[in-house]
């Protein structure tokens, strides 16, 4: 089982919230470029791992695509994965300001 949830802040930028997450969780991101998402974080946490990714992500026509665009008003999206539900890391992550539980999917 894969329990992911999708976060949402027009409130903050990526490298805002990765000090506030970090600092909130004790953790340290690690700035990653990718092709197809552009730059984003990421953390490890005990049997998962949480991610800060700009939703607006460069696009091959240098538009914008949305990374989530079902979400178009997060202009930041921050993802966790863990093998199971952590009401834990839920609790310490709602009290964020500015951030938003969008969904969750559990597969």
């Known amino acids: 089982m ?13 490298d805002e919230l ?7 969780l004790g953790l340290v991101f ?4 990718s092709d197809y998402r552009g730059v984003y974080h990421l953390a490890g946490i005990p ?7 700009p939703n607006p992500i460069p696009g ?4 914008d695509d949305l990374y989530a665009p079902e979400h178009p008003a997060a202009q ?3 993802l966790t994965t863990t093998p199971t539900p ?5 609790a ?14 559990t597969a």
């Not at 894969?2 to 949402?8: E, F, K, L, V």
Request: aromatic share 2%.
């Open 18 to 24: 990765v000090r506030l997450v970090g600092d909130r």
């Open 47 to 53: 049997d998962g791992r949480i991610e800060i990714q």
């Open 2 to 14: 894969t329990d992911r949830h999708t976060y949402g802040t027009s409130t903050h930028t990526a």
């Open 92 to 105: 310490r992550l709602d009290p964020v300001e500015g951030l938003i539980h969008l969904d969750q999917e």
């Open 30 to 33: 690690t700035e990653r470029d």
């Open 86 to 90: 952590d009401p834990a890391l839920q």
């Open 60 to 63: 091959d026509d240098d538009e």
């Open 76 to 78: 930041v999206l921050l």
